[in-house]
């Protein structure tokens, strides 16, 4: 069930706060914009008690307190584990002296996948794990992309996102087209992040920055529509930065406002996502969502170093990580992918960690 989350709802103390990724602050300012990572942004509730040693009996009164200011009679973490049989990493290659951190993965034909990474690489692995070739964006000086996305036909799209326009290659890294140009117009961008496809071939490409919005286009790459707009209000964002498109509805990762929002696709605003009695999921800067098996939603959680398991009607139905460098851990994760028609594998682009993860869940035998 999808309802709008109004003053009624659980408001939980200020805890600590998400900071932007890093280096997005930074660029942004050098093209004269705004920081609006900066602005208004909604604690994270339900985090770690920290400080010096105390006793029991302090301890205790203090989550007591804690659990009469949020108002909530279940904590988020008291969910179900997402039940996962075996975890491994895929290296990403080095650039150089350095190895880079990855950001967005995309599955593709005949099971290969596809990462981008902080060098601007796009690295094409094959089912066993191993680089079977990659290459790199046309320009990078002023930044790298952050996301791609595979289409049904294998043309792979990154939306460019310091260039402010969206390329689409063929499977082997040959530009075939692009569109767009900086601008707060239909048809151009202030850093493009994320783009899907519907089941027409229409394209929504989202955007933050000072547009903070999700543009239509038609295959050819004609605009036809935007919307939201900057704000913490239903059907605005703060940063969108992740989607997914499933059964005429768009799901947006809305990322700085720590929720999911559901659209139409002409834009209608429908809600946004909670389980059937108006709870929120508790999301923490969720950065990327995908399709999991059975229509179930996966989103990756940059400040929660976490992958979380939703159902369609809002309802947390798993949880898998916590923050870290160890095993079953993430560090700032921006990307997520899955077979959603195979066993339910996962790839996360464990950024911090520069790693790529690959989560086999029970009953996936791959």
Known sequence: MLRIRTSSGCLCPKSRRVAPPPTLCASREREGLPCRDRLQRKSIALGGVAGERTSAGRLLVALALLLVLCGCGGAPNQVASIRIRHTRVWRVLPDRARIPAPRGVALGLEGEVYLLDTAARVQVYGPDGEVRRHWRMPESEVGSPEDLTALPDG????????????????????????????????????????????????????????????????????????FGGFGTEPGRFQRPSGMVWLDGRLYVADAANNRVQVFSGDGGFVGVMTDPSGLSPALRFPYDITLGPEGRLLVVEWGGGRVTELSRDGTVLGRYGTAGAGDGQFSTPWGIECDSSGGGRIWVADTGNRRLVVLDREGDRG
């Open 155 to 226: 043309r792979i799209v990154v939306p460019d996102t310091h260039y402010h326009r969206v390329i689409t290659f063929d499977r082997d890294g040959v530009e075939l087209a692009r569109f767009g140009e900086f601008g707060r117009e239909l048809g151009q961008f202030i850093y493009p992040v994320c783009a899907v496809v519907d089941d027409e071939g229409n394209m929504f490409v989202c955007e933050y920055g000072s547009n903070d919005r999700i543009q239509k286009f038609t295959p050819d790459g004609v605009p036809l529509l935007a």
